[in-house]
C-alpha cells in the first residue's frame, strides 16, 4: 500500500513539474511574453555595458602626411582632451600614435590607415586582429592620391571616414552652420537651406563698398598642373573671354603663402576666386573653396560635387551649370557689372557660417555605440566604392 502511495506521488509530482515547464515555457515564448524578453535582454545588457571599459581607444597607424599627430595638439589624447581640445559630444576616448600605447594591437577598438600614404616599410601590419576591431580606411585626398593597392585590401576595413557623404564618419573640409541655433546645416545630404532675400532688398556696405575698388575680374591660385579633371585647361579657355590672373607654380604671377596680402587683395582687387579642383569626384570640396568664402569674394567652382549639398544657394557660381566657357564668361561679367547682382551673392553671412570638427569625435561616438559590438561587417570591394565615385571628364565645352 505505502509503495503504491509512493508511486501515486511521485507520478503527481512529475506531472506537476512537467505543467510548470509547460507553462514557463509558454509564458517567456516569443508569441506571448515579446515584451518580457526585450526587458531582460536590455537589463542584461545595461549590466554587460557597465562591465566593459569606459573608454574605447584609437591607434593611429601613420602619419598624415608626416604629421604623426594628424594636426591634433598631442601624440596621446584621452577624455579630457576629446572634451576640452576636440570639443566631442562624446569623449569617453583615447587616441594615440604610439604603437605601444596598449600591451597588444589587439586591444585598440580601431586602428586609422591613412591611405593616401603606403604602408611603412619598417612597420608590418598586425598579425592577429580582434573580430570585433575596427579597421578605418581614412582619406581626406581624392581616389587619384590613394598609395594603396586596394585591390588587395578587400575585406580588410570596417569604416570609412572620408569628405563623402555615405562615408561612415563623414570628413569634410569645413561644415556650414546656422548662425542662430548653431545647428550644422551641411555638407549633408539633403540640407535645408534659407532662400535668398529679393535682389536690392538686402545690402551689405562692407562689400558695397568693396565692389568700387575691384578692378580685376578672377583669381587662382594653384600649384598642381597637370590634374584629372583637366581644371588648367578650362581656365586657359577661360583667359580667352576675361582676366583670369594664376598665381604659383602654374601661372605667371606670385604671391607667398605667408602673405596677409594675397588674401587681402582678394578682397580688394578681383571679383571672383576660382575655385576649381583637381578631381570630378562625388563630394570632393576641398579648402580651395572654403577660404575663398571667408573673403568678400564670390567663389566660381568646378568639380564633381553637388554644391547644394555644401553651400547656401547663390553664395557661388558653378561653372558646370554652363554649357559653354563662353556662356560662364557671359554670366560672370553680368554679376561684375552688376552691384546689387554681385551683393547679392554674400546674403548667406547673415545666416550662417563656417566651422571645423575634428573626425575623430564621430568615430568615438561610433565606437560607443551598443550596436558596434555585435557589428563584424567589412568593405568586400572598396576598391569599386572607392573609385566609381569619379569620371575624367566634364560637359562643359572649351
Known amino acids: 500500500m505505502r509503495l503504491q502511495m509512493r508511486r501515486t506521488l511521485t507520478l503527481v509530482l512529475l506531472c506537476l513539474f512537467l505543467f510548470g515547464a509547460l507553462i514557463y515555457k509558454i509564458n517567456n515564448s516569443p508569441l506571448v511574453n515579446q515584451n518580457g524578453i526585450l526587458r531582460e535582454y536590455l537589463v542584461g545588457g545595461q549590466v554587460g ?3 566593459r571599459p569606459a573608454t574605447r581607444t584609437i591607434l593611429l597607424w601613420s602619419s598624415f602626411f608626416g604629421n604623426r599627430r594628424w594636426n591634433l595638439p598631442y601624440d596621446t589624447l584621452g577624455p579630457q582632451q576629446f572634451r576640452e581640445d576636440l570639443g566631442c559630444p562624446v569623449y569617453q576616448c ?8 596598449l600591451p597588444s594591437l589587439e586591444l585598440y577598438d580601431a ?30 585626398e581624392p581616389p587619384g592620391e590613394t598609395k594603396h593597392r586596394l585591390s588587395d585590401e578587400q575585406h580588410f576595413y570596417n569604416l570609412t571616414m572620408t569628405y563623402r557623404l ?23 545630404p539633403f540640407p535645408h537651406w534659407r532662400q535668398p ?48 590672373d594664376i598665381y604659383g607654380k602654374c601661372g605667371t604671377l606670385n604671391c607667398a603663402r605667408d602673405d596677409p596680402h594675397c588674401s587681402e587683395m582678394l578682397d580688394t582687387d578681383y571679383m571672383f576666386y576660382l575655385a576649381f579642383e583637381n578631381s570630378l569626384c562625388t563630394d570632393y570640396v576641398t579648402e580651395k573653396l572654403y577660404d575663398a568664402l571667408q573673403r568678400r569674394i564670390v567663389p566660381v567652382v568646378f568639380g564633381g560635387a553637388n554644391y547644394s549639398r555644401f553651400l547656401p544657394p547663390h553664395s557661388y557660381i558653378d561653372a558646370n551649370r554652363f554649357d559653354s566657357v563662353e556662356e560662364l564668361a557671359q ?30 569625435c564621430e568615430l ?32 562643359i565645352r572649351l
Open 49 to 51: 555595458v557597465a562591465r
Open 94 to 101: 583615447e587616441l594615440s600614435n604610439r604603437h605601444e600605447y
Open 111 to 140: 586602428i586609422v590607415y591613412h591611405v593616401a600614404q603606403p604602408f611603412p616599410v619598417l612597420l608590418p601590419l598586425p598579425a592577429r586582429r580582434s573580430p570585433h576591431q575596427a579597421y578605418v580606411f581614412a582619406l581626406l
Open 166 to 188: 555615405d562615408s561612415d564618419i563623414v570628413w569634410p573640409y569645413a561644415h556650414v552652420l546656422d548662425t542662430f541655433t548653431g545647428a550644422p546645416i551641411a555638407p549633408a
Open 197 to 244: 532675400p529679393a535682389l536690392g532688398s538686402w545690402n551689405d556696405s562692407t562689400v558695397a563698398s568693396l565692389w568700387h575698388t575691384k578692378s580685376k575680374m578672377a583669381a587662382w591660385f594653384v600649384s598642381h598642373c597637370q590634374t584629372l579633371s583637366e581644371r588648367e585647361q578650362l581656365a586657359a579657355a577661360l583667359q580667352k573671354h576675361i582676366q583670369v
Open 331 to 360: 554670366h560672370m561679367r553680368f554679376v561684375a557689372a552688376d552691384k546689387e547682382e554681385y551683393i547679392s551673392y554674400f546674403w548667406w553671412r547673415e545666416h550662417y557660417h563656417l566651422a571645423t570638427f575634428s573626425p575623430f
Open 364 to 395: 568615438c561616438a561610433s565606437l560607443h555605440q551598443p550596436s558596434w559590438t555585435h557589428r563584424t561587417q567589412s568593405y568586400d570591394n572598396i576598391e569599386s566604392w572607392w573609385f566609381n565615385g569619379c569620371r575624367l571628364s566634364s560637359h
